[in-house]
């Protein structure tokens, strides 16, 4: 070993000869890894085609696709087969990182594009070998400063938020059914009178009906009564055992136990060909797990049907109707017309308005700013005086948050390529979104799933710490590969000298050849490829085979 870089050869340790992986298992330290998981497969194949003849044990491969650099190392060879170990490494541009990536670019882009003459790395521990496809993600980044801050695009979001609800209420649960609860309203019966035994064995339930049920439809305290009578709906979802006692308690429970009115909108008439939704069994009184009964109504409802929790929203019949207002009929009425509802449109347009206006009353806001735009889109939100309402609704808090960041691509999309001019293209770009696309966060287990799977498109949102805003495009696409040999004895003299510093030097720090990057030997790449704890790969695969015949 050099002396002081003095050629002086002195007793040193014995140096390991051969490098076998401690525990060929699996593992990953970074959410990048989910990429090198996505490209294994791929990766394999084409080894497995077009380089066996290199496939040699204690040999070393170097590739590179796009920004991925994947170091494979060969363990074990025999005949028609080998046994490699893959290792992804980071993805992060440091500089010393760079500088030897740009390097192997370089390799491969003079070995495989235009003919040159001259060869300017005759010199370097990398030989090209092989250029193939594979396919893996085309991953671009793209500023959106002046897009997203854009008065325009601020202003086309707060319609399309609106048509992304009506899409997803309309899709997600086409048997929306229900009667809707207002904040503030009463009674318009006494609760205590009717629960009062009949004392007359004939009684006259159409009229009892027609006074306490919601065909009296009550508006705010003050406010006038609606003439038009729904009992027949009513009588036509309780079930009749031929005992009138029995049928009189059923309707009691149904609707006296409940402290306020149930109102519903007489403007909007209901669809005639819906189906209507299943009833639902009343409440057990004095029951000592109500508040649990409550939270978990979610998974009790019928798939398809809004949850009877929705329904009591925390907002007055006054401000559903202004919000209402906000919404333009024509539009609205255009969606109902294309999407599967199967339901009441009142109940949509009323839980519609409900979750507008639970992002209008959070710290977030739905077209205040750009960054309250990034913030709202990561799900960061305070939702006020609705937070016990979106709390204990998990499902309907999902649901403004989708619709919400769809809102977000779809507004970012017509601000580049065009508006969506017709109710037709606008529904189209929400299926594809649905069918092709995964929009949500770096870093979530759903984000790292998708891309482990490789078939959907991915969006993503984010704001630096420079305030740039930008957004992160994952293609699934077909991409050149680059493959190399890489020198053993280069790697095997590195990787020695890594043992030297962590066994003996007691040097444990991660970056101790981070400062000195070698763009002939390649110094901070192989650290990196090197096996835990000497180095520090984001993914490795663990032992796996490969058929070479």
């Not at 066996?52 to 190392?73: A, C, P, Q, W, Y």
């Not at 109102?263 to 060909?273: A, M």
Request: aromatic letters at 10%; charged letters at 25%; one cysteine or more.
């Amino acid at each position: 070993m050099p002396l002081f870089t003095l050629p002086v050869f002195c007793i040193s340790y014995p140096r390991p000869g051969k490098f076998w992986p401690d525990a060929a298992a699996a593992y990953s330290s970074s959410r990048d890894a989910a990429f090198y998981k996505q490209i294994l497969p791929h990766y394999l194949a084409a080894l497995s085609t077009s380089l066996t003849d290199f496939l040699k044990s204690g040999s070393f491969l170097l590739s590179r696709v796009e920004n991925l650099l994947i170091f494979s190392h060969v363990v074990e060879s025999g005949f028609g087969y080998a046994s490699l170990v893959i290792k992804g490494l980071e993805l992060q541009e440091t500089s010393c990182h760079t500088e030897e990536v740009n390097v192997v670019k370089d390799i491969f882009d003079q070995s495989f594009g235009e003919s040159n003459c001259l060869n300017d790395y005759f010199m370097h521990m990398l030989q090209p070998l092989a250029k193939s496809n594979i396919r893996t993600y085309s991953d671009a980044k793209n500023v959106l400063t002046g897009v997203l801050d854009c008065p325009a695009c601020i202003e086309r979001l707060d319609l399309n938020y609106r048509r992304c609800l009506l899409y997803f209420l309309c899709t997600k649960y086409p048997h929306c059914a229900g009667s809707v609860e207002f904040e503030g309203s009463v009674t318009a019966w006494d609760t205590a009178t009717a629960h009062k035994p009949p004392n007359k064995p004939a009684f006259d339930f159409t009229g009892f009906i027609t006074q306490a049920t919601p065909g009296a439809i009550v508006e705010d305290a003050g406010s006038a009564t609606c003439s038009k009578n729904r009992s027949d709906d009513f009588l036509d979802n309780l079930s009749f055992n031929g005992s009138e006692e029995s049928w009189f308690e059923q309707v009691l429970s149904n609707k006296a136990a409940k402290e306020r009115e149930i109102i519903t909108d007489p403007e909007i008439e209901n669809v005639g060909s819906a189906p209507r939704s299943a009833p639902r069994s009343a409440p057990r009184s004095g029951s000592a797990g109500a508040d649990s009964d409550e939270s978990s109504r979610d998974e009790q409802t019928q798939e398809g049907t809004v949850p009877a929790a929705w329904l009591k929203v925390p907002f007055t019949r006054a401000e559903l109707d202004q919000e209402r207002a906000n919404f333009p009929a024509p539009i609205s009425r255009s969606l109902l017309d294309k999407l599967p509802l199967k339901g009441e449109e009142e109940t949509v347009l009323c839980v519609l308005g409900a979750a507008f206006l639970a992002m209008q009353h959070s710290n977030s806001g739905v077209n205040k700013s750009a960054k309250q735009i990034v913030k709202s889109y990561s799900g960061n939100i305070y939702f006020g005086r609705c937070k016990d309402w979106i709390g204990n609704n998990l499902e309907l808090k999902k649901l403004i948050i989708t619709s919400y960041r769809y809102a977000v691509k779809l507004s970012v999309d017509e601000t580049i390529f065009g508006e969506r001019e017709t109710v037709e293209e606008f529904v189209e770009s929400m299926r594809e979104y649905e069918e092709k696309w995964y929009i949500g966060l770096e870093g979530e287990t759903e984000w790292e799933r998708t891309v482990e799977g490789g078939e959907k498109s991915l969006f993503s949102l984010s704001l630096n710490e420079e305030g740039m805003y930008s957004s992160r495009t994952l293609t699934p696409t077909s991409l050149p590969l680059y493959t190399g040999l890489v020198n053993p004895e280069c790697v095997r003299a590195i990787w020695s000298a890594l043992s030297l510093e962590l066994l003996y030097l007691t040097n444990d720090d991660e970056e101790r050849y981070s400062i000195q990057a070698h763009p002939n030997i390649l110094r901070n790449i192989l650290t990196q490829a090197a096996d835990p704890p000497l180095g520090y790969p984001v993914f490795s695969s663990g032992e796996k085979r490969v058929y070479t015949f």
